[in-house]
């Protein structure tokens, strides 16, 4: 986030993202950059059918919402 004369300003360090759907209903989307890190948001859906997951994006948002005016 920096900040600017007009509020706010959000910004994302990530390049690209891929989003999976399955049957119709998304799954994953992972965000990527061009020096190989990525973090993957797991649906409801994947995370019911996985059981387990990596957090970090979980996380990482929870962060995000917390910082936000």
């Not at 007009?6 to 209903?25: L, M, R």
């Not at 994947?46 to 962060?63: F, I």
């Amino acid at each position: 986030m920096h900040e600017s004369e007009s509020g706010p300003i959000y910004t994302c360090d990530y390049t690209g993202a891929i989003t999976v759907t399955i049957d119709g209903k998304p799954f994953t989307r992972t965000w990527w950059d061009m020096g190989g890190d990525t973090v993957t948001d797991f649906s409801p859906v994947a995370k019911s059918q996985l059981g387990t997951w990596d957090a970090q994006y979980d996380n990482d948002h929870a962060t995000w919402l917390r910082s936000r005016p």
